[in-house]
């Protein structure tokens, strides 16, 4: 797996205690700078494109990447084609949240949590969201907010926005730039299955 962070973030710190909380699960995890070309993604399993990293120099550059990748930037959502172009009507973030609505329970990235509301964060955090296009399975959304999905994936093949078609699997899971470290269980939960499920992986390597 390779991270794509910007190594000269203070928030990078963020970022490395990811990667020592995937790497207890099996995974075997690099982190990646957002300087370096896009071929570093070539023979890795999965992509993670960090909110930490600066959107607007990446933009779009792992769009066509035919390697699955997932994201918690929302700023970056336009750029890889897995909602439409506006801020705050297409994607966006929302400054204080504490609870998902899942929405749809039976899908392997719902971690096998109950329908409905669902604590993720152990205190009020940001949290990204997107709206995504037709071919897209969303699995929860804000309280009370439908049209903001907070994590949703497409399978390679499906239809995107502006017509793109997923050149691998797509997903966006809910974290802000710092929140890992506040994920209740369940939060945990969702982000281990998004994880797993976008790699591909119907179970942790161990």
Same mark, same amino acid.
């Given at each position: 797996?390779?991270?794509?962070?910007?190594?000269?973030?203070?928030?990078?710190?963020?970022?490395?205690a990811i990667k020592a909380h995937l790497e207890t699960r099996g995974y075997s995890v690099t982190l990646g700078s957002q300087y370096d070309p896009v071929a570093q993604a070539d023979g890795y399993d999965?992509?993670?494109?960090?909110?930490?990293?600066?959107?607007?120099?990446?933009?779009?550059?792992?769009?066509?990447?035919?390697?699955?990748?997932?994201?918690?930037?929302?700023?970056?959502?336009?750029?890889?084609?897995?909602?439409?172009?506006?801020?705050?009507?297409?994607?966006?973030? =929302?400054? @204080?949240?504490? *609870?998902?609505?899942?929405?749809? +329970?039976?899908?392997?990235?719902? $971690?096998?949590? %109950? !329908?409905?509301v669902n604590t993720v964060y152990g205190k009020d955090a940001p949290m990204n969201w997107g709206k995504p296009g037709l071919g897209a399975s969303i699995i929860a959304t804000v309280q009370g907010e439908? =049209?903001? @999905?907070?994590? *949703?994936?497409?399978?390679?093949? +499906?239809?995107?926005?502006?017509? $793109?078609?997923? %050149? !691998?699997?797509?997903?966006?899971?809910?974290?802000?730039?710092?929140?890992?470290?506040?994920?209740?269980?369940?939060?945990?939960?969702?982000?281990?299955?998004?994880?797993?499920?976008?790699?591909?992986?119907?179970?942790?390597?161990?």
């Amino acid at each position: 797996m390779l991270i794509i962070v910007k190594p000269d973030n203070p928030r990078v710190q963020a970022d490395r205690a990811i990667k020592a909380h995937l790497e207890t699960r099996g995974y075997s995890v690099t982190l990646g700078s957002q300087y370096d070309p896009v071929a570093q993604a070539d023979g890795y399993d999965l992509v993670v494109l960090s909110s930490n990293i600066r959107s607007r120099d990446l933009l779009g550059a792992y769009r066509t990447v035919p390697v699955p990748v997932l994201t918690w930037e929302s700023d970056l959502l336009d750029d890889m084609a897995m909602t439409g172009r506006k801020l705050g009507r297409d994607f966006g973030k =929302d400054p @204080a949240e504490h *609870f998902v609505w899942l929405v749809n +329970a039976p899908h392997p990235l719902a $971690a096998g949590l %109950p !329908a409905g509301v669902n604590t993720v964060y152990g205190k009020d955090a940001p949290m990204n969201w997107g709206k995504p296009g037709l071919g897209a399975s969303i699995i929860a959304t804000v309280q009370g907010e439908p =049209d903001h @999905a907070v994590i *949703f994936g497409y399978e390679r093949g +499906a239809t995107m926005d502006y017509d $793109a078609i997923a %050149p !691998a699997r797509r997903t966006m899971v809910f974290l802000d730039n710092e929140t890992f470290g506040n994920l209740t269980p369940a939060g945990a939960a969702l982000f281990d299955a998004a994880i797993d499920w976008t790699a591909g992986q119907t179970a942790p390597p161990k």
